[in-house]
């Protein structure tokens, strides 16, 4: 076993680090008035060349703060022979006064010089013009919706609003196009149920013809704007969402006359005085006769141009004397009531009246096409 050597204690003697204070430089056995009156002058430089806030805070901390140099020379009176003590206390307290009005001096001044400039920074220049708010307008759609009701309503028809849902009892069969009716393949139809009943994105504003009917007795004269939903690719020309403005109107007597001045006198309000309406044969399920019928150009006149596509007319929507048979679906009495229907597309009015040429452009959120509008 090897024999323990004596341990050599090493002693770390405590060294006593004196940091060199500001106040000690140089001062070696200057008196505190030669202290003073270096400070003095360093303190006075120095504040000359301060030229914002953060620098004379900084001034501050070197010469007047905690740490700063006047109260290090301060507090090293107590080592002052007690006969110069006094006079060495009051030089120094009268220094520190001295600083402090040069400091708040300093501030003051410096003060009013940053706010001035941040004042010009800021300036607001009350003679540029202000930024107008940005107001919405009225979509093109809903303002033909608008104008279409408010000319109808001037001849007698309340505007009602219907679902959009519709079952296929209100959309096809009380239209007198029952499951089995070969024209039932003319409407793209978009289905949202088929299990029990069919529910589909009504495909016509029409299902309203049949609820308005079944709610109310004759005389019956009402409009359906609304949208219409279609299984359908997009092009210039169709949408598979579109709106719809359909009418109606059951009463004793009423006959295809009837609608053609109803038509006319809508051609009229909306297109023009000189306007005249046409009528040609075709065919929709729900009515008999049915009619396509057309507005004679208001651009050319009737001799053809290409908004009129040069044929002189433009199509306006169907229409025709509302059947037998749908009426009786919703218990009125056919051989006493006679009635008329009609359906514009919403879109393709705006389209004429302005000389839109894709339909497309209405669903687009382009704000660029929606902002001409505004100012008409
Ligand atoms: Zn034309």
């Known amino acids: 076993m090897a024999t323990p050597r004596p341990c050599r204690g090493v002693f770390l003697l405590p060294v006593k680090t004196h940091r060199l204070r500001a106040s000690d430089r140089d001062h070696g056995d ?6 003073l009156d270096d ?17 004379l805070a900084s001034w501050e901390r070197s010469f007047l703060g905690p740490k700063g140099e006047l109260t290090q020379v301060l507090r090293g009176l107590g080592g002052v ?11 120094a307290n009268s220094l520190k006064t001295e600083l402090s009005a040069a400091y708040d001096a300093r501030a003051r001044q410096l003060s009013a010089t940053d706010l001035e400039r941040r004042l ?9 013009p202000g930024r107008a708010p940005t107001i919405g307008t009225v979509h093109p759609v809903s303002r033909m919706i608008d104008e279409l009701s408010d000319i109808f309503a001037l001849m007698g028809f309340q505007t009602v609003f219907g679902p959009e849902v519709a079952t296929a009892h209100y959309n096809f069969d009380l239209l007198n196009i029952p499951g089995d009716h070969p024209a039932r393949d003319v409407w793209d139809t978009i289905v949202v149920d088929s299990n029990d009943e069919e529910i589909v994105l009504r495909t016509h504003t029409s299902p309203m013809q049949a609820r308005t009917m079944e709610a109310t007795k ?17 092009d210039a020309s169709h949408d598979w969402m579109f709106h719809q403005l359909e009418g109606l109107a059951v009463d004793e007597h009423i006959t295809l006359a009837d609608l053609k001045g109803v038509l006319g006198e809508l051609a009229r309000q909306l297109f023009g005085a000189e306007r005249r309406v046409r009528f040609r044969c075709d065919y929709f399920p ?20 290409r908004v009129c596509k040069h044929s002189g007319w433009l199509e306006m929507g169907g229409a025709g004397m509302v059947h037998p048979k749908v009426l009786a679906g919703v218990g009125y009495d ?5 009635g008329f229907a009609f359906g514009l597309g919403i879109e393709r009015m705006v389209m004429m009246k302005y000389g839109v040429d894709d ?18």
């Open 30 to 35: 200057m008196t505190i008035q030669a202290q």
């Open 39 to 55: 400070l003095h002058a360093r303190a006075a430089a120095s504040l000359a060349e301060v030229v914002d806030l953060d620098g």
């Open 81 to 91: 022979p007690a006969g110069e003590r006094p006079a060495a206390g009051r030089a």
């Open 120 to 128: 010009a920074a800021d300036a607001v220049d009350v003679t540029l």
């Open 218 to 234: 004759p005389p019956v004269r009402v409009v359906v704007p609304g949208r219409a939903y279609r299984y359908e690719a997009q």
């Open 286 to 305: 729900f009515v008999e006769p049915g009619v396509d019928f057309a507005v004679d150009c208001a651009v050319c006149g009737g001799k053809g141009c």
């Open 334 to 338: 056919p051989a006493k009531y006679t």
């Open 359 to 376: 339909v497309r452009a209405f669903a687009g959120n382009d704000l660029r096409f929606l902002r001409q509008f505004a100012s008409i």
